[in-house]
């Protein structure tokens, strides 16, 4: 008989430290906000050719949209769960322009204060309308209704990997908080598990996850013959196309041995 593979676990997400992890990593991104000049809003981004003030707004709008979307009716059905979530944001073009054309619209032509008054605003929102939301409660997301406590965890993702992106566009360190990096890695790591189901590859992201992956051999007892391991920011540069596999190896920040540990044929998983 074909040997059987093994279905990814479900993991759960503690809810409280979740929620904090939302409020705590938008917080991070207000401070490095505050004061910012017009030259330094101006600035390019990784992102084609999003501005640093452009990046902000976006941010601003994906946290403030729990929000409105606590106050549209709740849709009939789940349609999207965690792992799903980042191969429809990738296979979703038309998802990708509307963010795009949303974002510019919505972005102040001047005024440093503005972006700062969003996020500010999305903070005060967030904090006030958690507290009576239950994780269970459908919101009707562009990308397919989703569980609010799952849809939170997105949100961790988002100001994770955009808080990433800003600390690059300004050449500063903007501090991440620990439970919102820790959510982010451990949805890619899943991610990964369920595009490459197999148990041939063990993937470490010391201290958050581990995940087997890749069809093949699977191992039972001792140490795997195929490893990759990599600490969280760069597995999450890694797992959205902001770093790629032949250079975080060369530059060590990734370790990756046996003849089945090269992943580069199923990263990125989203942009």
């Known amino acids: 008989m074909p040997p059987r593979t093994r279905r990814p676990r479900t993991r759960t997400y503690d809810s409280a430290k979740v929620r904090a992890a939302v409020t705590a990593q938008l917080r991070q991104v207000l401070d490095a906000a505050a004061g910012l000049s017009d030259d330094q809003l101006a600035r390019p981004t990784r992102l084609g050719d999003w501005t640093v003030r452009h990046l902000l707004v976006h941010l601003a709008r994906a946290v403030d949209g729990v929000?409105?979307?606590?106050?549209?009716?709740?849709?009939?059905d789940r349609e999207v769960t965690l792992t799903?979530?980042?191969?429809?944001?990738?296979?979703?073009?038309?998802?990708?322009?509307?963010?795009?054309?949303?974002?510019?619209?919505?972005?102040?032509?001047?005024?440093?204060?503005?972006?700062?008054?969003?996020?500010?605003?999305?903070?005060?929102?967030?904090?006030?309308?958690?507290?009576?939301?239950?994780?269970?409660?459908?919101?009707?997301?562009?990308?397919?209704?989703?569980l609010l406590g799952d849809y939170l965890v997105t949100r961790c993702v988002e100001l994770v990997v955009h808080?990433?992106?800003?600390?690059?566009?300004?050449?500063?360190?903007?501090?991440?908080?620990?439970?919102?990096?820790?959510?982010?890695?451990?949805?890619f790591a899943d991610a990964l598990a369920a595009r490459a189901?197999?148990?041939?590859?063990?993937v470490r992201i010391p201290p958050f996850a581990v995940v087997q992956c890749v069809e093949g051999p699977r191992h039972t007892r001792g140490t795997p013959p195929n490893v990759v391991e990599t600490d969280p920011l760069t597995w999450?540069?890694?797992?959205?196309?902001?770093?790629?596999?032949?250079?975080?190896?060369?530059?060590?920040?990734?370790?990756?041995?046996?003849?089945?540990?090269?992943?580069?044929?199923h990263l990125p998983l989203m942009r």
Request: glycine share 12%.
């Open 67 to 76: 929000g409105t979307l606590l106050d549209l009716p709740a849709p009939p």
């Open 84 to 146: 799903d979530w980042p191969f429809v944001i990738a296979g979703s073009a038309g998802s990708a322009g509307h963010v795009d054309r949303s974002t510019r619209a919505a972005t102040p032509a001047d005024g440093p204060e503005e972006p700062e008054e969003l996020l500010t605003a999305a903070v005060d929102r967030l904090e006030r309308l958690l507290p009576g939301a239950p994780d269970d409660r459908l919101l009707a997301v562009p990308s397919g209704a989703m």
């Open 163 to 187: 808080g990433d992106d800003l600390a690059d566009a300004l050449g500063t360190e903007i501090p991440t908080d620990r439970q919102a990096l820790a959510a982010a890695t451990r949805l």
């Open 197 to 202: 189901p197999g148990g041939a590859v063990e």
């Open 236 to 265: 999450i540069r890694l797992a959205t196309g902001r770093t790629g596999w032949d250079a975080a190896v060369e530059a060590g920040a990734v370790t990756a041995s046996g003849e089945r540990a090269d992943l580069s044929d």
